[in-house]
């Protein structure tokens, strides 16, 4: 037996919570579980908290068991996982900012989400805090003859989201970047928290718009667990149509803003047109171009149109038929893989230790896909590979995500050929009569797994929601690749990681 | 490389002229916006654009703006790197408690004449975000805003005709914000 299931029995289980188990566990067994993190058994997949608990979900790496570990906070502290398992610093920092729970020990505790703007504090936590006191954020220091430091952001100079950079350089080489994030802090969690499950699926659908199928559907699926709704096959397989054809949007999109960024302009304005026609496709069979909305807790929103197979069949031919000069004209652009090719290496070791999701971890040697591992409907059913590379550059990560149209390609094709029958939706159910219950999915969306974590009140609506974006993970490993690389470069490793700050501020 | 130029050249443009529906209206902006811009702002409008808490879904449509089909740059408009080379500031997002004095400082630091153009549902005074602790509730809660453009998010074509519309009411009353002083 594992000593994930080990753990579990030795806690306090919560009956109401599904498909994995949740356990309340002791210090000891709550400490022994960052020791496990440390050492590489399991994988951290996320960690939050609420009044008076903590929790973190993680995955067994030998059994692919997965589990909820719980810990009541004794006088508001916990002992901190970040300690041990760096991975857990960040979301530390935001439990400690948001519900106000203090990680004992935590490294850095300098706040995250909350930069004193709010006219409280601790939002998920007891009310009644008055707001923290404006004060300079203190970046680490990086000291040394003949550096200098280059502030960018929150502002960016390109159309993407804000985030602040702060280089400290060497001539042209970087020798430290610092992320500072949290500027599209929304409070999400607090809007979600007492509202009907139907307006959460909205708010979960835009936790991170280029995601919004992925999180929509990890939020469906918690909520479906936790109410133990059956969700109709034909609804199963057209979420995992609009999953891949999200996955193939942004992957084109990718493709091109990467070799933009090398200053190679047509193979952007190529993909930008792939893009374009998977979006006009999804708004032809769907009715929204990103397909926000389209999947709803029971099942999907649209059916698929009398021509919507034929639509989407006429787009992958017409890919196949494209793409493959475009991966051509890529791998055979010196000029272009001179800027690729050796940059931004993420060693497979880091990858590991952070549980790097998506085409970051895929691309450094770690071969983890949610629809594998734990693994959902209908993708047992599907024939796919999930690529791997080891070499961890800025061209390893265009790569998987070359490797994961072809694959998505081809999985629409199987889908539209295999579509099953039937309701598109389950039923509406009353509230269940248990009581509360609770519910956990892992999606893997097209930036990596995408955690939800729902508990649903007696009345029905939502009590608590945490919808854990990739990103998490991925942010603090751009750090680690830039190094050593040189200014100029940084677009191109930012873009191949092309982490949400959105799905991460949330 | 030779081969897909030739086929471009052979091609010729993708951008689009087909008659569907959809590009009618475009080619149909396409003067409008051409004649409007030429008028008032001798053929060419810089625009930055600015996510003040936005999900990211608003700036995956003004991206693709950008893209072959819609080709923004054949009406005279451009996106800057920087606000101090813009005219307009298009802005997306509730606005963030976070990001408020990042946008108050953009909008300071834009030249006068200047515009500003909210994009989306949530710019507008929060959308689905409104109520949070986090969020101001909408551009116009922090910088005057001259035009909304609706939409969770907006399509390429709802944009273009937005700054059709932007380049309308220039026309009839001239700058509202930022006169010099």
């Given at each position: 037996?594992?000593?994930?299931?080990?753990?579990?029995?030795?806690?306090?289980?919560?009956?109401?919570?599904?498909?994995?188990?949740?356990?309340?566990?002791?210090?000891?067994?709550?400490?022994?579980?960052?020791?496990?993190?440390?050492?590489?058994?399991?994988?951290?997949?996320?960690?939050?908290?609420?009044?008076?608990?903590?929790?973190?979900?993680?995955?067994?790496?030998?059994?692919?068991?997965?589990?909820?570990?719980?810990?009541?906070?004794?006088?508001?502290?916990?002992?901190?996982?970040?300690?041990?398992?760096?991975?857990?610093?960040?979301?530390?920092?935001?439990?400690?900012?948001?519900?106000?729970?203090?990680?004992?020990?935590?490294?850095?505790?300098?706040?995250?989400?909350?930069?004193?703007?709010?006219?409280?504090?601790?939002?998920?936590?007891?009310?009644?805090?008055?707001?923290?006191?404006?004060?300079?954020?203190?970046?680490?220091?990086?000291?040394?003859?003949?550096?200098?430091?280059?502030?960018?952001?929150?502002?960016?100079?390109?159309?993407?989201?804000?985030?602040?950079?702060?280089?400290?350089?060497?001539?042209?080489?970087?020798?430290?970047?610092?992320?500072?994030?949290?500027?599209?802090?929304?409070?999400?969690?607090?809007?979600?928290?007492?509202?009907?499950?139907?307006?959460?699926?909205?708010?979960?659908?835009?936790?991170?718009?280029?995601?919004?199928?992925?999180?929509?559907?990890?939020?469906?699926?918690?909520?479906?667990?936790?109410?133990?709704?059956?969700?109709?096959?034909?609804?199963?397989?057209?979420?995992?149509?609009?999953?891949?054809?999200?996955?193939?949007?942004?992957?084109?999109?990718?493709?091109?803003?990467?070799?933009?960024?090398?200053?190679?302009?047509?193979?952007?304005?190529?993909?930008?047109?792939?893009?374009?026609?998977?979006?006009?496709?999804?708004?032809?069979?769907?009715?929204?171009?990103?397909?926000?909305?389209?999947?709803?807790?029971?099942?999907?929103?649209?059916?698929?149109?009398?021509?919507?197979?034929?639509?989407?069949?006429?787009?992958?031919?017409?890919?196949?038929?494209?793409?493959?000069?475009?991966?051509?004209?890529?791998?055979?652009?010196?000029?272009?893989?001179?800027?690729?090719?050796g940059t931004g290496i993420l060693s497979p070791q880091l990858a590991e230790q952070f549980a790097a999701g998506g085409y970051i971890g895929r691309a450094s040697?770690?071969?983890?896909?949610?629809?594998?591992?734990?693994?959902?409907?209908?993708?047992?059913?599907?024939?796919?590979?999930?690529?791997?590379?080891?070499?961890?550059?800025?061209?390893?990560?265009?790569?998987?995500?070359?490797?994961?149209?072809?694959?998505?390609?081809?999985?629409?094709?199987?889908?539209?050929?295999?579509?099953?029958?039937?309701?598109?939706?389950?039923?509406?159910?009353?509230?269940?009569?248990?009581?509360?219950?609770?519910?956990?999915?892992?999606?893997?969306?097209?930036?990596?797994?995408?955690?939800?974590?729902?508990?649903?009140?007696?009345?029905?609506?939502?009590?608590?929601?945490?919808?854990?974006?990739?990103?998490?993970?991925?942010?603090?490993?751009?750090?680690?690749?830039?190094?050593?690389?040189?200014?100029?470069?940084?677009?191109?490793?930012?873009?191949?990681?092309?982490?949400?700050?959105?799905?991460?501020?949330? | 490389?030779?081969?897909?130029?030739?086929?471009?050249?052979?091609?010729?443009?993708?951008?689009?002229?087909?008659?569907?529906?959809?590009?009618?209206?475009?080619?149909?902006?396409?003067?409008?916006?051409?004649?409007?811009?030429?008028?008032?702002?001798?053929?060419?409008?810089?625009?930055?654009?600015?996510?003040?808490?936005?999900?990211?879904?608003?700036?995956?449509?003004?991206?693709?703006?950008?893209?072959?089909?819609?080709?923004?740059?054949?009406?005279?408009?451009?996106?800057?790197?920087?606000?101090?080379?813009?005219?307009?500031?298009?802005?997306?997002?509730?606005?963030?408690?976070?990001?408020?004095e990042a946008l108050e400082r953009t909008y300071q630091a834009t030249p006068d004449p200047k515009w500003v153009v909210a994009v989306g549902d949530c710019a507008?005074?929060?959308?689905?975000?409104?109520?949070?602790?986090?969020?101001?509730?909408?551009?116009?809660?922090?910088?005057?805003?001259?035009?909304?453009?609706?939409?969770?998010?907006?399509?390429?074509?709802?944009?273009?005709?937005?700054?059709?519309?932007?380049?309308?009411?220039?026309?009839?009353?001239?700058?509202?914000?930022?006169?010099?002083?």
């Amino acid at each position: 037996m594992g000593a994930l299931n080990e753990a579990i029995r030795a806690g306090r289980r919560v009956s109401e919570h599904r498909p994995w188990p949740r356990a309340v566990v002791s210090r000891e067994s709550w400490e022994q579980a960052a020791h496990r993190l440390h050492a590489g058994e399991w994988a951290l997949v996320g960690l939050w908290g609420e009044r008076d608990f903590a929790h973190m979900a993680v995955i067994e790496r030998e059994s692919g068991d997965c589990a909820v570990l719980s810990y009541a906070c004794e006088g508001n502290r916990f002992p901190a996982v970040g300690r041990m398992h760096p991975p857990a610093i960040r979301l530390e920092r935001a439990v400690r900012d948001l519900v106000g729970l203090e990680p004992e020990g935590l490294p850095d505790t300098r706040a995250w989400l909350d930069h004193s703007k709010w006219n409280l504090r601790h939002p998920l936590g007891q009310a009644g805090h008055a707001p923290a006191a404006p004060s300079v954020y203190p970046f680490l220091p990086a000291e040394g003859e003949s550096l200098h430091q280059i502030p960018v952001g929150p502002v960016h100079a390109g159309i993407i989201e804000p985030g602040h950079f702060r280089f400290t350089a060497n001539g042209e080489t970087v020798v430290r970047l610092e992320e500072r994030l949290g500027y599209v802090h929304k409070g999400i969690e607090s809007l979600m928290a007492g509202a009907s499950i139907q307006r959460a699926a909205v708010l979960a659908g835009r936790v991170s718009g280029d995601s919004t199928v992925a999180c929509a559907l990890a939020f469906a699926r918690a909520v479906e667990a936790a109410l133990g709704v059956a969700v109709p096959p034909r609804a199963v397989w057209l979420r995992a149509l609009l999953a891949e054809l999200e996955r193939l949007a942004n992957h084109f999109g990718d493709i091109g803003a990467i070799c933009n960024d090398a200053a190679f302009a047509m193979m952007h304005a190529q993909c930008g047109l792939l893009r374009e026609q998977v979006l006009r496709a999804a708004e032809a069979c769907f009715g929204h171009r990103l397909m926000m909305d389209c999947v709803v807790p029971g099942g999907v929103a649209h059916d698929l149109p009398g021509d919507g197979e034929r639509l989407l069949l006429v787009l992958t031919a017409g890919v196949r038929r494209r793409f493959p000069e475009l991966v051509e004209l890529y791998d055979n652009t010196a000029s272009l893989q001179d800027r690729t090719v050796g940059t931004g290496i993420l060693s497979p070791q880091l990858a590991e230790q952070f549980a790097a999701g998506g085409y970051i971890g895929r691309a450094s040697g770690r071969k983890f896909d949610a629809r594998r591992t734990p693994g959902y409907a209908p993708y047992d059913d599907l024939q796919f590979e999930v690529p791997v590379l080891e070499e961890g550059d800025v061209n390893a990560r265009v790569w998987i995500r070359i490797r994961e149209v072809e694959q998505s390609l081809s999985l629409i094709d199987e889908i539209l050929r295999r579509l099953p029958a039937g309701p598109i939706c389950a039923p509406a159910s009353s509230p269940p009569a248990a009581g509360v219950s609770e519910g956990v999915a892992l999606v893997e969306g097209f930036r990596g797994d995408v955690l939800a974590w729902v508990r649903i009140a007696r009345d029905g609506n939502v009590e608590r929601c945490h919808v854990r974006d990739p990103s998490w993970f991925q942010w603090p490993l751009l750090e680690a690749v830039i190094d050593g690389n040189i200014v100029a470069d940084f677009p191109l490793c930012n873009k191949s990681f092309n982490c949400s700050y959105a799905g991460h501020d949330l | 490389m030779r081969r897909l130029l030739l086929k471009s050249l052979v091609h010729g443009p993708l951008t689009e002229a087909a008659p569907t529906r959809d590009d009618a209206s475009v080619a149909e902006l396409a003067a409008r916006v051409d004649q409007a811009a030429r008028r008032r702002l001798g053929r060419t409008l810089a625009i930055r654009e600015v996510d003040a808490g936005s999900c990211n879904g608003c700036e995956l449509e003004i991206h693709a703006l950008n893209n072959v089909l819609y080709d923004l740059e054949r009406f005279g408009l451009r996106f800057v790197a920087s606000p101090r080379h813009a005219d307009v500031l298009l802005v997306t997002g509730p606005v963030t408690a976070n990001m408020r004095e990042a946008l108050e400082r953009t909008y300071q630091a834009t030249p006068d004449p200047k515009w500003v153009v909210a994009v989306g549902d949530c710019a507008r005074n929060g959308g689905v975000f409104s109520g949070s602790y986090a969020c101001i509730g909408g551009v116009s809660a922090v910088v005057p805003v001259d035009l909304h453009i609706p939409g969770c998010p907006p399509s390429p074509i709802v944009l273009l005709k937005g700054l059709l519309a932007l380049l309308e009411t220039v026309s009839a009353a001239g700058p509202r914000n930022g006169r010099p002083t």
